[in-house]
């Protein structure tokens, strides 16, 4: 089965970039959806088809996708920006999600 | 504006079936392209799929969950039921529920609703 890698954790200072991967086998070929998710929240879709951003969602919000590697870029991270993020793809009717990746703002 | 609210037990005794209802507004599952589905997540775990149906009644199940449920719409009512069976304190978990379109993005979720298993 299809598998998601991200890493358990990602640090950014304040007003930096932040930059989440999201591991796949040829995960280029696939569309990546991307979401946060606040303790205690539901999670919130905050980029989808790779790189579009839903009304709402900042600018400062962005995402790639090439080869074997999925990227969720947050610029000039804020301390509210601090959640999880998980990364979602479709693979045989079925949707996967990554482990999940906690950002920390320090 | 597009809304959905899980329902259901909170406790659910063990080798009992449990069975969650999805109330949404603002869209219409008899619209092209539109499905909703759902999504547990176990404290402090992460996000797992385990159904989608769509507006033309295609229904996927998690590979994994497969023999065990269920997902059926009443479009009359706005309303999408998920059955699962044979619960266990593993199944212990916040169920959302979201509605979602053709490229596969969960747009909006449901607040989720925790489910307990235990005797």
């Known amino acids: 089965s299809y598998e998601l890698t991200q890493p358990l954790s990602v640090s950014v200072a304040l007003g930096q970039t932040a930059r989440i991967t999201c591991g796949g086998n040829n995960i280029g070929n696939k569309i990546v959806h991307w979401y946060q998710q606040k303790p205690g929240q539901a999670p919130v879709l905050v980029i989808y088809t790779d790189s579009n951003r839903p009304s709402g969602i900042p600018e400062r919000f962005s995402g790639s996708n090439s080869g074997s590697t999925a990227t969720l870029t947050i610029s000039r991270a804020q301390a509210g920006d601090e959640a999880d993020f998980y990364c979602?793809?479709?693979?045989?009717?079925?949707?996967?999600f990554g482990g999940g990746t906690m950002l920390t703002v320090l | 504006q597009i809304t959905l609210k899980e329902s259901g037990p909170t406790l659910v005794q063990p080798t009992q079936t449990l069975t969650l209802t999805c109330t949404f507004s603002g869209f219409s599952l008899d619209t092209s392209g539109v499905g909703v589905g759902w999504i547990r997540q176990p404290p402090g775990k992460a996000l797992e799929w385990l159904a989608l149906i769509y507006w033309d009644d295609n229904k996927h199940y998690s590979p994994s969950l497969k023999s065990r449920l269920t997902i059926t719409k009443d479009t009359s009512k706005n309303q999408v039921v998920l059955a699962m069976t044979n619960m266990d304190p593993v199944d212990t978990a916040t169920y959302f529920c979201a509605h979602t379109l053709t490229a596969g993005q969960l747009g909006y979720w449901g607040q989720g609703t925790l489910v307990t298993v235990s005797s």
């Open positions: 979602q793809v479709w693979d045989s009717n079925t949707a996967i």
